[in-house]
């Protein structure tokens, strides 16, 4: 199935398939690969870089065209895609030296999926523009699950427009695609999915904290409630694994921290004080002291049992 690139024609409000869809990515860790690889399977034509090639030769043999340097991958792609780890890295690739902007023509769509600054996605968006490109920022939420299973929530800011000519490229990641409002919305809306996590995985672990201490058993008390007012997707995706030591990541908890970081700084910009955040972000922060920055966000269950030592 050939996928074709569709561009709005502004006037009309209407889309227009005019030429072969190229799609490059650089970030493959545990979400991305998964994202380029369901876009792959639509049809699309998938290109990729990575600083250490090593980690994404196993994808040409399924058809991905590999590059030796960001700048080749970029210009060799009409949508660009970035899913990489902290704010510096997006500055690095967009900003750096043969990085997106250097390379980009004018036309291109560059659409950020790092979760990232409010504030960088609107410098983004705002020298992207100046070069005539379409800049979108679209942080996910899913986790690995999500990705592999092209279920992400997918959370977009920039304009209405390139979000309508981008829906299909999200829809083969995604089955909740939302258009969040101007440039840094799509940001602001992962800070406020993030900021939840946050309290509903502190909440989980106090209850389990609290009933294992009564002698109750956590498998059954799961059971019992994940059907209840009480349930929810964290306790779903977590709860079993907390209660035995599962704490591999699928969703770094080191990331974790990093969104919460940023959660924190926006609200302070704002004027807002949020302690459940400030409180589950000390004890994230406990955690990684300890050297456990790279365990899935569900260690924090060792937070708690670590306290009744």
């Given at each position: 199935m050939r996928v074709f690139l569709g561009q709005v024609l502004?006037?009309?409000e209407e889309f227009h398939m005019t030429e072969l869809l190229k799609i490059g990515f650089v970030g493959t860790g545990i979400m991305g690969k998964s994202m380029l690889r369901n876009l792959g399977k639509k049809g699309?034509?998938?290109?990729?870089?990575?600083r250490h090639a090593e980690k994404i030769a196993d994808l040409e043999s399924e058809g991905v065209i590999l590059h030796e340097t960001l700048a080749a991958c970029v210009k060799a792609v009409d949508v660009m895609i970035s899913i990489v780890g902290f704010p510096k890295d997006v500055e690095?690739?967009?900003?750096?030296?043969?990085?997106?902007?250097?390379?980009?023509?004018?036309?291109?769509?560059?659409?950020?999926?790092t979760t990232t600054s409010p504030t960088l996605a609107k410098e983004l968006h705002e020298k992207g523009s100046a070069l005539g490109l379409h800049v979108l920022d679209a942080p996910v939420t899913g986790g690995d699950t999500g990705a592999k299973n092209a279920t992400?929530?997918?959370?977009?800011?920039?304009?209405?427009?390139?979000?309508?000519?981008?829906?299909?490229?999200?829809?083969?990641?995604g089955t909740n695609i939302n258009y969040?409002?101007?440039?840094?919305?799509?940001?602001?809306?992962?800070?406020?999915?993030?900021?939840?996590?946050?309290?509903?995985?502190?909440?989980?672990?106090?209850?389990l904290n609290y009933a294992k201490k009564e002698g109750l058993d956590l498998?059954?008390?799961?059971?019992?409630?994940?059907?209840?007012?009480?349930?929810?997707?964290?306790?779903?995706?977590?709860?079993?694994?907390?209660?035995?030591?599962?704490?591999?990541?699928?969703?770094f908890l080191k990331h974790f921290i990093k969104d919460m970081n940023l959660a924190d700084e926006e609200a302070g910009k704002m004027g807002l004080t949020l302690p459940v955040l400030k409180q589950v972000l000390a004890e994230y922060r406990t955690l990684e002291a300890k050297g456990m920055g790279n365990l899935g966000t569900q260690a924090l269950f060792a937070y708690y049992a670590d306290k009744e030592k």
């Amino acid at each position: 199935m050939r996928v074709f690139l569709g561009q709005v024609l502004r006037k009309k409000e209407e889309f227009h398939m005019t030429e072969l869809l190229k799609i490059g990515f650089v970030g493959t860790g545990i979400m991305g690969k998964s994202m380029l690889r369901n876009l792959g399977k639509k049809g699309y034509e998938m290109h990729a870089y990575a600083r250490h090639a090593e980690k994404i030769a196993d994808l040409e043999s399924e058809g991905v065209i590999l590059h030796e340097t960001l700048a080749a991958c970029v210009k060799a792609v009409d949508v660009m895609i970035s899913i990489v780890g902290f704010p510096k890295d997006v500055e690095a690739v967009y900003f750096g030296e043969g990085g997106i902007f250097a390379s980009a023509h004018r036309g291109q769509y560059v659409i950020d999926m790092t979760t990232t600054s409010p504030t960088l996605a609107k410098e983004l968006h705002e020298k992207g523009s100046a070069l005539g490109l379409h800049v979108l920022d679209a942080p996910v939420t899913g986790g690995d699950t999500g990705a592999k299973n092209a279920t992400l929530s997918i959370l977009a800011g920039g304009e209405k427009q390139d979000f309508q000519a981008m829906r299909p490229v999200f829809e083969g990641m995604g089955t909740n695609i939302n258009y969040m409002g101007p440039a840094g919305s799509g940001q602001h809306a992962k800070m406020a999915n993030q900021i939840m996590i946050a309290g509903a995985m502190s909440g989980i672990c106090e209850a389990l904290n609290y009933a294992k201490k009564e002698g109750l058993d956590l498998d059954t008390l799961l059971a019992a409630v994940s059907t209840g007012a009480a349930g929810s997707a964290q306790l779903n995706a977590f709860g079993s694994k907390m209660v035995h030591g599962d704490f591999a990541p699928g969703f770094f908890l080191k990331h974790f921290i990093k969104d919460m970081n940023l959660a924190d700084e926006e609200a302070g910009k704002m004027g807002l004080t949020l302690p459940v955040l400030k409180q589950v972000l000390a004890e994230y922060r406990t955690l990684e002291a300890k050297g456990m920055g790279n365990l899935g966000t569900q260690a924090l269950f060792a937070y708690y049992a670590d306290k009744e030592k």
